[in-house]
């Protein structure tokens, strides 16, 4: 089992800035992907960033060039820095970490992160 707790999320003005944590624990030896999605009211969840099987970063388009996904392998924490951000970004961000031993994508429980215009 692994355990994924996400923080920092919370309202900022259009163009601000916050920066997400998700800390893991449990059998995270087994975690070979972990990164960020998000969920807007009404809306399929989506990518925005990830650490590939392989150690590449994935974006999706409408954050490239203003949030950077990165991680502290000692701290079992990966982090999601949003800059920039827009009312579109507005959403439940949610960290998951997918095992390389069963392919089950863990989730956290998420964090609000609100943009007003």
């Known amino acids: 089992q692994v355990q994924l707790v996400e923080s920092g999320g919370g309202l900022v003005q259009a163009g601000g800035s916050l920066r997400l944590s998700c800390a893991a624990s449990?059998?995270?030896?087994?975690?070979?992907?972990m990164g960020w999605y998000r969920q807007a009211p009404g809306k399929q969840r989506e990518l925005v960033a990830i650490?590939?099987?392989?150690?590449?970063?994935v974006y999706a388009n409408s954050v490239k060039g203003r949030f950077t996904i990165s991680r502290d392998n000692a701290k079992n924490t990966v982090y999601l820095q949003m800059n920039s951000l827009k009312p579109e970004d507005t959403a439940v961000y949610l960290c998951?970490?997918?095992?390389?031993?069963?392919?089950?994508?863990?989730w956290g429980q998420g964090t609000q992160v609100t943009v007003s215009s």
């Open positions: 650490f590939t099987s392989g150690g590449d970063i």
């Open positions: 998951t970490g997918r095992s390389s031993k069963s392919s089950v994508y863990y």
């Open positions: 449990g059998s995270i030896f087994s975690i070979n992907i």
